[in-house]
Structures are given as C-alpha cells and as structure tokens.
C-alpha cells in the first residue's frame, strides 16, 4: 500500500495482523499541513484498510532488563542477558544506546563493564548485543523488578496483539499495558526504524533498551521510543528479541 511508503517524521505505521488493517498514530508534531494530507490519505483508502490515531507528546527515543547502565553523558537500561554463540556472556540493550558509546558501565562516571559487539540503529531494527568484560560474570535470566525482586526470564517469544506485557526501566520502574499492533514503522527524528512492536505501556528517557516481557517469563522486546509518560500514559514502541537474537546469533533463557 503506497500509505506504507510515507516516512512522515512524529508518524508511526503499524498491523493487526488479525485484521490486516495498518493502524497510523500521529504524535503532536504532525500538525497544519502535514497532518491534512495524511488525514486525507487515510481517508481515502477507508476505514477497514486503515486508521488515524493521536498520539500525546512527541515520538522521541526514550535514551538516557531493568539496571542502568551509563556511557558517554547517555543512560539507558539493560535489556536481557544473553549468551553469545561462542559461549561469552552479554546482554541486549537499544541499537539507538549502543551506537553513541563503545563501552558502558553500571554506574555514572564508573569504570565499564561492557562493550558493545553490534549496534543497529536506524533501519530494520533497535537492538545492540554487549558482551561483558569479565568473562566469568554470573549473567542470570532475570529482570531486576528492584527491591531484591529478581523475575526468572525463560524463554524468548513473540509479540501478539492483544497480550499484556510489562516493562521495567532504569528511570521510571515496572509499568504494564497490552501490546496494539505489530511491525511498526517508526519515524523518529534521528531515523526511521521498521519491524517494531506498538504498544500501550508508558516510557520515559533512560528506560531505553530495557525490557518487555509476559507474566509468564517469556522475553517479548528492548524498549525502543514512543510518546507521552508514566503520568499521562503513551504510546511505546519496542524491538522485538526473536529479531535481535536472530541477527547477533545469541540466546535467551
């Protein structure tokens, strides 16, 4: 559908799978002109190929599961431990963390414990592996839930629309929501990013790159950007971990 070739900046592209139909959210900077044109566009294919939606705020990448981890004046969150296929522990975190610094650390101004092996950001996907420093480091399938609250990660799965999925964030803690629509196109300021996952769980900076998950222990996405925040709610959208697996050749669980 030629909808799907527009790369509106503020705009997001998304599918119910369960009905084929492109669901379009539009954030606060799509506005005037711009917002005509693609109101009118929408509106010409109908209502059962696609819908316009609002989004509140602005899409923005939510840069600054669950630690903080620091490097170069950035924070973001580390997403799930891994294991690389030669055996070397790492974790995934956001591709738009991993391309602003080489080596990260679990406190500001600390020494790094991390570096990173392959970032993606834009493009066909939001995800970078690290590997840590140490290799002895003890890196459990776990999400820190804080408090001493350790939850069991066992497996990666995929995103469906429908499913309630948590999120837990270095800045703002564990949030919840539902997951709306599949392969999302993003078109951030700093580029365009395809094959997300859109949903109804709030974000803000420095949760990037943590993780999305099931009540269940299944690994769902690394938090990528959206709009809004844990106050008035939003949109986020997430890098699904069947990908970034998939692409950097590690394992989960």
Not at 113 to 130: C, K, N, R, S
Not at 199 to 228: H, I, R, W
Request: charged share 20%.
């Amino acid at each position: 559908m030629e909808l799907r070739q527009d790369r509106i900046p503020g705009t997001a592209w998304a599918t119910d799978p369960a009905t084929g139909r492109m669901i379009v959210t539009a954030d606060s900077t799509v506005t005037g002109e711009t917002w005509d044109e693609l109101e009118g566009s929408v509106n010409k294919v109908g209502d059962d190929v696609a819908t316009l939606t609002r989004a509140a705020g602005k899409f923005s990448l939510f840069a600054e599961g669950g630690d903080a981890i620091f490097a170069g004046g950035g924070r973001c969150s580390l997403g799930f431990n891994v294991v690389t296929a030669d055996g070397t522990p790492g974790f995934l975190t956001a591709g738009h963390c991993g391309v602003i610094a080489e080596e990260w650390s679990d406190e500001q101004n600390g020494d790094p414990i991390a570096t990173v092996q392959e970032a993606l950001f834009p493009g066909e996907g939001d995800f970078a592996l690290l590997t840590y420093d140490d290799p002895a480091e003890d890196a459990q399938s776990v999400v820190d839930l804080g408090d001493g609250q350790l939850f069991e990660i066992n497996q990666a799965i995929e995103a469906e629309v429908g499913q309630q999925v948590f999120r837990m964030g270095s800045t703002t803690g564990l949030f919840d929501g539902d997951v709306t629509a599949l392969d999302a196109t993003v078109n951030y300021p700093e580029g365009t990013v395809t094959g997300l996952i859109q949903t109804t769980v709030c974000a803000e900076p420095g949760d990037s790159g943590g993780p999305l998950f099931t009540e269940d222990g299944g690994a769902v996405g690394l938090t990528s950007g959206g709009s809004g925040d844990c106050t008035i709610g939003g949109v986020t959208f997430f890098e699904p971990v069947t990908r970034a697996l998939e692409a950097v050749g590690a394992t989960i669980g």
